[in-house]
């Protein structure tokens, strides 16, 4: 079952890139119909405002389409180059970019981080780089209102500094705790072993080669033009203000729902499939538990049928958004939203039963 998991999830990385007009093939009129159908009543049910989708199946960009408002006051509609918050996708990212220079021969997986890098209390431990992606690193999550942070931090060095002296929450490896502050110290560590910037070895290296051209870091000095305005749940009103900068690796970009199917089209452009196994791969815990959780990706399955998803999701101050594949189908989904709505695995999972066989 495992082996033709990968073999399918490896024919989903295809080059392709579409143009930044809504789109829809006609061999999928009434499927798009009936997603799109879907896509409308999630969007009343929760009053969102806009909402941007993306399809692709077989490498093939699909459908693309932006439904209703990036911005109320001014009535600007969204398309398919409106940039939204896509929150903890930025991890899936992050962990490509491991994945290239774990092929580069640049560390292991096995490595303990302080062995490249140290940076306090956060390293002082001979934790994994595999559980260190992989959520088993014992370093903390958001506490108290971080996760609201409106402070500029000019590099991921910066961004460190709200966790770095804070001892570990278990021992390594002992049980499965989601943590952003965790892709942050990988952020680092892509800096320390590629010598760039986690910004600059990003842009060149990662989204320039995936095809992602409308995909910056936010709060960064980069170009944001065509950024949704973000909405507390209902749309009612614009969200506070926040920044960023603090979780760049691991909540930090701006990006369209077209950029992220290409991200799994192209995957295989910077990765190799042996390397691209191990992300994919569940880890486990001590007691032989898996956590669903490989490196920058969830893996999961349909209760019912035994089908195997690849997902992630991202929920930030106004934005949620989700990323979804079908290997055996595929088929890759990625929706985002302008306020924190309410949706994940199992509504995108409807959207992508459509478009089966």
């Not at 580069?104 to 209390?121: A, M, Q, R, T, Y």
């Amino acid at each position: 079952m495992k082996r033709i998991f990968l073999i399918t999830l490896a024919s989903l990385f295809i080059s392709h890139f579409g143009n930044s007009q809504n789109y829809a093939d006609s061999t999928f009129t009434q499927q798009i119909h009936a997603a799109r159908e879907l896509i409308l009543k999630l969007k009343e049910d929760q009053k969102i405002p806009g909402i941007s989708i993306a399809v692709g199946k077989a490498g093939q960009t699909i459908w693309k389409e932006g439904i209703g408002f990036a911005d109320i006051k001014n009535e600007t509609a969204v398309t398919t180059s409106t940039k939204f918050r896509i929150a903890s996708i930025s991890k899936t990212l992050t962990a490509l970019a491991i994945g290239k220079l774990y092929d580069e021969g640049e560390l292991e997986w096995s490595d303990p981080v302080n062995k490249h890098l140290s940076i306090g209390e956060a390293t002082n431990s001979s934790y994994t780089i595999r559980q260190l992606a992989g959520h088993q690193s014992g370093i903390r999550h958001y506490k108290g209102f971080e996760f609201y942070s409106n402070k500029q931090y000019n590099s991921v060095e910066e961004s460190l500094d709200p966790f770095r002296d804070d001892k570990l929450l278990f021992e390594p490896g002992a049980e499965y705790k989601y943590t952003t502050y965790g892709y942050t110290v990988l952020g680092r560590l892509i800096e320390v072993l590629s010598g760039q910037s986690y910004a600059a070895y990003m842009s060149t290296e990662v989204l320039k080669v995936l095809g992602m051209k409308n995909t910056v870091l936010a709060d960064g000095g980069f170009d944001e033009s065509g950024v949704a305005t973000f909405y507390s749940k209902g749309g009612k009103r614009e969200t506070r203000e926040v920044n960023l900068s603090v979780k760049w690796p691991g909540g930090g970009f701006l990006s369209t729902p077209s950029d992220l199917v290409s991200m799994v089209n192209r995957a295989g452009k910077i990765i190799s499939f042996s390397t691209l196994q191990d992300l994919i791969t569940p880890q486990k815990l001590p007691d032989g538990s898996t956590t669903g959780y490989g490196m920058g990706f969830r893996i999961s399955q349909v209760q019912s049928t035994g089908q195997l998803i690849v997902h992630h999701g991202g929920r930030i101050v106004g934005a949620r958004s989700f990323l979804l594949a079908l290997p055996d189908q595929q088929i890759v989904i990625a929706i985002c939203t302008n306020t924190e709505a309410d949706y994940g695995v199992n509504e995108v999972y409807e959207i992508a039963k459509l478009f089966q066989n």
